[in-house]
């Protein structure tokens, strides 16, 4: 009797789990849902104006050249920033060159536009670059915007060449100079100059250098 009892008890508990089994699968549910994403826009670099030490160059061997860029001019910066003259932007004096004004000998500092994610935090470096001929150190600013309207509330910070600096690009609230600046922030570029071996008078001598933005 108790040999019976049991076999239906374990019976009754068999047929029970099946049941629930059955129930949990059929109250049961699954969804395929999509993830996504959307990838930030590159950041852009645009040539302004290109960096010029015009016709003041020596072709003695070992001499060097400074361009002025503390001043850059404060609507071409698109800066808040009434202390960006201008004036003395692209001055070039040293053992190596003649001291001439900006412009007057077709020298002229480099202006350059990074675009990307507004109001984000960006990382540049202005690199060195040398050959058999010469080799040059930029020096120079960037603007750092602050997000708002405020009248001289931005910085131009110095960079140093081959380190990282930190800028901010304007949001849709910073007002800038005369043109719209959103998604923008503008570099000026001069720097050193070192003759590397005696040059040949009368002869044009380029070379590249390279500006890194990463976010």
Known sequence: MKKVALKSLVKSCFVGAIALSVMSSANAATGTFAVGFTTVADITITEVQPISFGTTMFITNAGTCTMNVATPLAVTMQAELASLSGSNFGNVAGSGCVTTAAGAGGNQGGYFRLTGISGADVKVTINSA???????????????????AGANTDSCLAFTAGTPLTVTLA???????????????MLAVGGTITVNQALTSATVYTQNFTIVAIY
């Open 130 to 148: 040398s050959n058999a001929d010469f080799g040059f150190v930029p020096s120079g600013c960037a603007i750092d915007h602050d997000g708002t």
């Open 171 to 185: 949001n849709s609230t910073d007002a800038g100079g005369t043109n719209p600046v959103d998604k923008q922030l």
